[in-house]
């Protein structure tokens, strides 16, 4: 199950941390990265758009997580003549931000070793 690629690419050493919970969920950047789209443009389909993934790559990202996690991390409401939208639950925004939080926390734990493996390769 592919990931979407991020919109830039990142420069410097870094960490991609994927979390596999007890329960199937499986979360990383990739359905970060569609949460937090969610929740800045209010759409699923604009958050795919963003992204670069199709609408429905998008909702399948959620569906899992929806499924895995036991309760929907996004609540959409109907489209129509006065729109629809897409917001994160309490769960979705508390997936989001320990997720970030998990990141965070690793990523200053290795900074040290990734500093030495980049010595490392930089050598040759």
Known sequence: MAAPKPNKPLAGN???????????ARIGPGKIAVLE???RSGSISAAGRMLKISYRRTWELVEELNATLGSPVVTTAAGGSGGGGATLTELGEAVVSRYRAIEIECAAAARKHLAALDRLTRKR
């Open 37 to 39: 789209e969610i929740a």
């Open 14 to 24: 870094r960490l991609s941390i994927r979390v596999d919970l007890e329960s199937g």
